[in-house]
């Protein structure tokens, strides 16, 4: 790959650029730790936090954080993932505070350039060579808190501001990873001692920027392109499993998790194709033989199974995770949704519900998607649910919408389906048709499902018994057309993935052509239209499918969770550009 892809906006960078609200600190020679001394102690540090001794882990870097960039940058990233899994402002503002001193410190061992070096710099490249290998590591570091800072900084408040700071902050980091490229590419390594490690933080930085601007939509990408950023997700996994095959290095351990969260997660979730299950299942073993009760991988190896619709297998390693340890109970939270998913694609919705309560009552994320979802779960129940069930829907539906939140000036989408999906509750005599099998639809669950005949056949005759209690009751009532366009939605999906292209197609058009009657869940039509244009292409209509998805994406705004949909179609025809389908 050539170096271009990262260098698409060259400009002279001054190593001096700094964030704003920076303090300008000076450490003496006699109180900087060693950087020798300071890898040594910070790998440990990672050994021991990925053993799930979180506090001593956190504990062995404190001290040196206030005069060693990588013991500022460990505790930094302690704090910062304790604040993303707490939710709480006070962990918020704390991970807040140490993050800035963090950057502080590693901006106090940053190669300092006079403002005729910075010049000069823009008629000719830099002398990498003339850097100290702490210099080096220090810039590499600076950037990674940088990183941090950025994204607890969209996260702090819901004021254009904190838009602005997390913006800036996120440039200054990508001018700072594109410099240590440029260092990577042109310095003389022959008498560095920690090369591999240097290497290994920026394949990882690199790639990680790579593939999250990526993701994002074509005109969000065409604006950040024009202000410096660079895009390729296959770049940015190439330089991730680049950066993680530098066995040993102290970064390693990183490029797996970005590799595991793609590849296990974000595709799935966001509905942007396939993981690489082959590389995540490599990295998975390979890391259980290093952290063998570790939370992180033990998590990740009930995810690997999940996404191959092995429930079984998956419930089982999610417990592991689940009970590997005690001292950050949020990431139990995380091993309770998965539960919850994976209950669902057996059926089992009291089991369920019994994960979704947990969450209700513990998780600060969003509890109105979790009361929502556990009514839907229980409405599944159908005749079977008890009379205290029944209630506790009930007052469940006409409490959530109080619980809706705003992050950084936004709802959350999934918040407003919630809410929505709560009135139509009420509107509907207290009724909703299949909002567990919507929810899975919705999350993109059902690729998932089709791997496995007994699950996707289990979905399909629910859609397909509902559809026809739908068509045999009387049109009169007015969510009639919605709930059938739904049920023939669900039953066209799973038709699809059950190999039924022909009977799909039907069931999909048939849905489609209940346009004018429906009412108020609109993203039905797009969303059915998405997935008949992928069957079509997967079959090789090609011209047709990209016909449906254009229209798909062009023809409809302002429907419930049109981003997730979006995400969909711009992965897809990203997939048909590079397959030569589509004009570059």
Known sequence: MADEEFEDAVEAISILESTPEMKIRKISTDQRVPLDEAMVEAKKAVDLFFNNKFTEAKDSLEPKADRSFYH????GTFEFLQAIMTYQPKDMERASNVLKSAIEVCNAYRRKTSIAESLGRMVKKADYDAYTEEEVHAELAYAECLQLKAVLTFTEDETLMSFVKGGMKLRSCFQSYKECWQILQNRDVSTDKHTMHFESGVRMGVGAFNLMISMLPAKVLKLLEFIGFSSSRSYGLEELERGYNLENSMRRILCAMVLLGNHLIMAYVLGTGEGDLKLADRIVTEQLQLYPDGVWFLFFKGRLEFVKCNIDEAIRWYTMSWKSQNIWPQFHHICYW?????HCFKQEWRTAVEF?????????????????MKCAFLLMLGDRMTSRERDEVNALMRELPQWKQRIAGKSLPMEKFSVKKSARFINQ???????????????????????DWNCIEGMYRI???????????????KFYHDNLALALLLKGTCLRHMKSPLQAEDTLIDCIDLESKIIEDTYIIPYAMVELGLMFIEHGKRDQGKVLLEKARSNYKGYSLESRLHFRIHSTFNDLKNAGDLPQ
């Open 463 to 477: 859609a397909d018994v509902e559809a026809t209690e739908i068509q045999n009751q009387r049109q009169g009532d």
């Open 72 to 75: 500022a940058l460990g505790n």
């Open 356 to 372: 979704m309560s947990k969450l209700v009552l513990e998780s600060k994320w969003s509890k109105c998607i979790y009361a929502y």
């Open 429 to 451: 005599k207290n009724s909703l048709c299949l909002p567990g099998l919507e929810m899975i639809l919705v999350w993109n669950g059902i690729r998932i499902l089709g791997k």
């Open 338 to 342: 998965e539960l919850t998913w994976s």
